[in-house]
């Protein structure tokens, strides 16, 4: 008697793991760079210098931040076409404050505080994998936070807007961080809390978050794959 074999069905191939889609975000990240601002270090636009600057209803932070990175004497200071003394005396002459120099540095640094958690989370993410620095700064900033923040010890060649010419989110200034960290933009990771600089990252060929804790970051560098977390 003759059997027949029943013909080998194919298998059906199963649709890519989470694990894999893990891996294959661990293989096309291979840098990652931090915005510093609200994301690095925390800025309160209430006290400091800028308790000055309120009166009736104060604004949210928010309408602070923007009005400022829009003003165009600030840009221009952030982008260190003019010495900090000159910035000093417009931004007084504006407010009406009778200040000195150093007064007034000590006012205008005093609006950082820490993140929790953020240091040490940078700091094991630093391990594995090469970590840049792209910030709109200007240089009074840029010297408190480098003597108070050590953190930024990590960094050996930050991308600062005081010392670039320009600010996010110009091309170019996504284009010199993945530089400065040896990596092609399109395997570049950025982080950063404004939505127009993540934006202007994702034109420039990067993978983005939008930071809005270092807990929730974690759980999304975690779900990317990114080792030693």
Not at 84 to 107: G, S, W
Request: hydrophobic fraction near 35%; aromatic fraction near 10%.
């Amino acid at each position: 008697m003759r059997f027949e074999t029943a013909p080998k069905q194919e298998r059906k191939q199963k649709p890519e793991t989470e694990k894999g889609n893990k891996e294959m975000q661990k293989k096309t990240i291979q840098a990652i760079i931090f915005d510093l601002g609200r994301v690095l270090v925390d800025v309160d636009l209430t006290r400091g210098i800028f308790k000055y600057t309120i009166s009736g209803k104060p604004p949210s932070e928010k309408q602070v931040l923007d009005s400022l990175m829009k003003d165009s004497f600030y840009q221009d200071y952030a982008c260190g076409r003019f010495p900090a003394e000159k910035f000093q005396k417009e931004f007084c002459r504006r407010l009406n404050l009778d200040m000195d120099f150093e007064t007034f540095k000590k006012e205008w640094n005093n609006v950082f505080k820490p993140i929790p958690g953020m240091d040490e989370l940078v700091r094991r993410i630093h391990k594995t994998y090469p970590t840049g620095l792209l910030s709109d700064i200007g240089p009074l900033h840029w010297e408190h936070l480098s003597e108070t923040l050590p953190l930024l010890k990590l960094f050996s060649n930050p991308v600062l807007s005081f010392r670039i010419g320009i600010l996010k989110p110009n091309k170019k200034t996504y284009l010199l961080a993945a530089d400065s960290v040896g990596i092609a933009p399109e395997y570049c990771l950025f982080i950063d809390d404004r939505e127009i600089n993540v934006q202007g990252a994702e034109k420039a060929g990067m993978k983005t978050l939008l930071f809005e804790s270092p807990a929730k970051l974690r759980k999304e560098l975690q779900k990317m794959g990114i080792a030693g977390l």
